[in-house]
């Protein structure tokens, strides 16, 4: 099998995937008084024709490292966002595009980073290191079908960088 060294969520390095969802930097402008900081227009939502946005609560169960990768999906029809709600890391896995995935990459979000996944992005199932597994999921709610799965012929299995 091969292996996978999970990296550190930055913005650029998902950049190809989909969007990092955190409150880095100076906000954008401040609001309420001065007492909250907004950072504007963090992702790019895309529900595509005939949807509408929607927000689910995942409730998933915790994996242990090392992780065995052995299934990504894909949403051909909107993109999909991750909010946990919950102050622990949790591991992001996408695919290079292609009509079946191309090779993985292994993200860890840091306590308050969230993922939108750009529309068709292959990617992992959600998989979070503790409990709870509590996420909103922001994404298309519509009639046709939005999911593809793809079963790996040959799992990955995903570390963390040696301390």
Not at 57 to 66: D, E, G, M
Not at 69 to 94: K, T, Y
Not at 99 to 118: E, I, K, R
Request: charge should be negative; include cysteine.
């Amino acid at each position: 099998m091969t292996q996978l060294i999970a990296q550190p969520l930055t913005a650029a390095a998902f950049a190809p995937y989909g969007d990092v969802l955190d409150a880095s930097g100076a906000p954008d402008k401040m609001i309420n008084a001065g007492l909250c900081g907004r950072f504007h227009d963090r992702a790019r939502l895309d529900f595509g024709g005939g949807g509408r946005a929607g927000i689910s609560i995942f409730s998933a169960q915790p994996r242990a490292l090392p992780y065995t990768c052995d299934l990504v999906e894909r949403h051909p029809e909107g993109s999909q966002a991750f909010v946990p709600m919950h102050e622990n890391p949790w591991l992001v896995i996408v695919a290079e595009d292609g009509p079946t995935p191309g090779a993985l990459h292994a993200f860890v979000a840091s306590p308050g980073q969230g993922v939108n996944l750009h529309r068709g992005t292959w990617h992992g199932v959600l998989t979070p290191l503790h409990g709870p597994g509590l996420f909103a999921v922001i994404d298309r709610i519509g009639d046709t079908p939005n999911l593809q799965e793809y079963p790996l012929k040959e799992p990955v299995i995903i570390t963390l960088p040696a301390a």
